[in-house]
Nanobody
């Protein structure tokens, strides 16, 4: 069982920055951030494998950066140049079971409670 605890959600104005954090209670193969806005499907935002390979959704490339600390159990999402369309509940996710693709797909094993990010114009 892996527990994930997010922090850092807030309300900001467009163009601003936020950093989300997610503390995991154990080692994982892949960690990622998803987001879900009211009335929209859940979107995979970014992932990072245990080896450090990062992937991003096209909608956030060049603005968001995913990273982990040296212990590899704390995940971060640095969000810059925020837009109102980035408004959503951001969910931390972790995978411990092997898949054909370490971070591929959306079937992650554990999920956090979420951190609300609201961007006003």
């Amino acid at each position: 069982q892996v527990q994930l605890v997010e922090s850092g959600g807030a309300s900001v104005q467009a163009g601003g920055s936020l950093r989300l954090s997610c503390a995991a209670s154990a080692y994982t193969l892949c960690m990622g951030w998803f987001r879900q806005a009211p009335g929209k499907e859940r979107e995979k935002v970014a992932t990072i494998s245990s080896g450090g390979t990062a992937t991003y959704a096209d909608s956030v490339k060049g603005r968001f950066t995913i990273s982990k600390d040296n212990t590899k159990t704390t995940l971060y999402l640095q969000m810059n140049s925020l837009k109102p369309d980035d408004t959503a509940m951001y969910l931390c996710a972790a995978r411990v079971g092997a898949r054909l693709s370490v971070c591929g797909g959306n079937d992650f094993d554990y999920w956090g409670q979420g951190a609300q990010v609201t961007v006003s114009s």
